[in-house]
C-alpha cells in the first residue's frame, strides 16, 4: 500500500471537505512528466482490454460517532490525446460513477492539457469502516493520463486522512 497521508491534501473546514490524491503517488503507478499537472506528474494508463485497476482503500471514520459519513468523488483530472476513453469507480464492487475522457487529436500536443471531468458521482452514505472503491480505465491503444482525483466527504473525521492505501494493479 502506499502511504497516502503524504501526498493527499485535504482542503476545507467544518463539516465539508475535498481530499486530493495524485495518482502518480500510488504504488505501482508507471508515471509521465507533465509541467501543467498539480505534481508535474501524471500516472500513464494504457488499457485497450480494462484488466488494470486502482484499488483505493477508503478510511471512513464519522466525527459525529452516530452519524453516517456522506461521500461523493467530485473530479478526476487527466489529459487525453486520442479518442475517448472510459473510467468507471466501484464501491464494493458496484458501479458509482463513470465518466469519457474528451476526444482530443493533437499529434501528441495534448497530454500536457490537464481537463477536469466534473463530479463522477452523486453523494452517498456509509457507516464507520474500512471500504474498497476500484477505478477501471478502458483506453485506446494511446491511453489516459491521471492526473488527481478529488473526494469529498462530509462529517469525516478531519484526524483520518480517508485515502488509507492505493495500490495499481492488473486484474
Request: glycine content about 8%; overall charge negative; proline content about 5%.
Amino acid at each position: 500500500m502506499c502511504l497516502v497521508a503524504c501526498v493527499a491534501k485535504t482542503l476545507g473546514q467544518g463539516d465539508r471537505r475535498f481530499t486530493e490524491l495524485e495518482f502518480e503517488s500510488i504504488r505501482n503507478a508507471p508515471w509521465q512528466w507533465r509541467s501543467n499537472a498539480s505534481g508535474h506528474k501524471t500516472m500513464r494508463w494504457e488499457d485497450p482490454d480494462g484488466v488494470k485497476k486502482i484499488r483505493f482503500t477508503l478510511c471512513v471514520d464519522p466525527a459525529i460517532q452516530t452519524q453516517q459519513v456522506w461521500l461523493a468523488f467530485t473530479d478526476i483530472q487527466y489529459s487525453n490525446d486520442g479518442p475517448s476513453d472510459t473510467i468507471t469507480l466501484f464501491f464494493n464492487n458496484e458501479p458509482i460513477g463513470s465518466i469519457e475522457t474528451k476526444e482530443k487529436w493533437n499529434s501528441g500536443n495534448e497530454w500536457n492539457k490537464i481537463q477536469s471531468s466534473g463530479r463522477v458521482t452523486l453523494m452517498f452514505s456509509v457507516g464507520a469502516g474500512v471500504y474498497p472503491v476500484d477505478l477501471v480505465a478502458t483506453t485506446d491503444v494511446w491511453g489516459v493520463e491521471l492526473d488527481k482525483i478529488v473526494l469529498r466527504t462530509d462529517n469525516q473525521d478531519p484526524n483520518v486522512n480517508p485515502f488509507c492505501g492505493a495500490t495499481f494493479t492488473k486484474q
